[in-house]
């Protein structure tokens, strides 16, 4: 009579089949407590681009509504450089556990696979995509005492002398550069691309005259428009922004153009589904209440809060849309 082969223990198949089940239990039951309990000690939240610009912007207002919705403090922790891919990278390689979370965006969350030879995480599979928080367009300044006053003489002049203007963005491979060569693929125009550490520095570059435009978050140039020192050319949405009454959109000129920036909460992959789940109903909460939708408002963004699974569905799509055009355009950080 054949008889089961004894493991080490003397304990026979079905005895370790349920010792790996009651141990795949006690897992569960932890995660369940640990997410009862979440959060019990202040929240890291990572902007990884620098102070001024829209995802530190977004990231200091969520900061600030999910620590009073929370009960705990969110300190925001500027990580800059790489187009944001080292703060990316920095929050990728934390536990997932709901205390380092990042601020996510177009560049090192969608386009960066695309960008760098060697990238130490997968925009897609190295995070759980919390809740998309907010969508915005971008915005093509000049200074105030630019000649161009309009987009389609700054188009006809990049077609006459190819080169002669230059542009700044937030950064390669960031919403700004990848949409302003949209702009230049679809207008046949060409300038030169000046990258900034984020969109604040590329408003000062353009005051300061470094350069003759940049394309940049509403939030980032509103204050010098505001102020007189900036003139807007056109915004990237559809259809013109009711924030920025008198600027066209660019499609307004390239038929059929259209980029949307925006942000959402990141945490590392692994994060479990309780925690993701109140993390995503407390963004939206945050995002939707008054004062915060009001500010938004003034910031040209749009609030939304979603749920993981419609976010990680967006952020999915927006691989599929931009990654061609990125690899297509030749866009690479060397």
Do not use: C
């Not at 008889?3 to 141990?23: F, I, K, S």
């Not at 002398?161 to 937030?170: E, P, V």
């Not at 499609?251 to 994060?271: D, I, K, M, Q, T």
């Amino acid at each position: 009579m054949s008889r089961a082969v004894p493991t080490a223990a003397g304990r026979g198949p079905a005895h370790v089949a349920r010792a790996l089940a009651a141990l795949a239990g006690l897992a569960l039951a932890a995660a369940a407590a640990g997410a009862q309990t979440f959060p019990d000690r202040p929240i890291r939240l990572i902007a990884p681009f620098a102070p001024g610009g829209s995802t530190d912007t977004v990231a200091r207002i969520l900061g600030a509504r999910l620590g009073e919705q929370l009960g705990q403090s969110v300190l925001v922790d500027n990580r800059t450089g790489a187009g944001g891919t080292i703060g990316a990278a920095l929050a990728a390689r934390a536990a997932p556990d709901g205390y380092t979370l990042l601020v996510g965006d177009f560049g090192p969350n969608v386009v960066a696979g695309g960008l760098f030879a060697q990238l130490p995480y997968d925009p897609v599979k190295s995070f759980t995509h919390v809740s998309l928080a907010v969508t915005f367009p971008l915005v093509l300044v000049t200074p105030a005492s630019s000649t161009v006053g309009s987009l389609r003489e700054y188009i006809e002049r990049g077609r006459a002398k190819a080169g002669a203007l230059r542009y700044g963005s937030a950064g390669i491979g960031t919403s700004p550069h990848v949409f302003m060569e949209l702009l230049q693929f679809m207008g046949k125009t060409q300038t030169l691309h000046v990258p900034y550490k984020g969109g604040a520095p590329a408003v000062v570059g353009v005051v300061g005259g470094e350069v003759d435009s940049a394309m940049v978050a509403v939030s980032s140039a509103i204050a010098q428009l505001g102020a007189g020192k900036l003139r807007a050319l056109a915004v990237t949405s559809a259809a013109p922004s009711p924030r920025l009454p008198g600027v066209p959109a660019v499609a307004s000129v390239l038929a059929g153009y259209e980029g949307l920036n925006f942000h959402g909460l990141h945490a590392p992959a692994g994060l479990p589904a309780a925690i993701a789940n109140r993390l995503a109903d407390e963004v939206r909460k945050a995002v939707l209440r008054p004062e915060s939708r009001e500010r938004l408002d003034d910031l040209a963004m749009d609030p939304v809060g979603s749920t993981p699974a419609e976010y990680d569905a967006f952020i999915r799509r927006q691989v599929e849309r931009w990654l061609p055009f990125v690899r297509q355009a030749g866009i690479r950080v060397e």
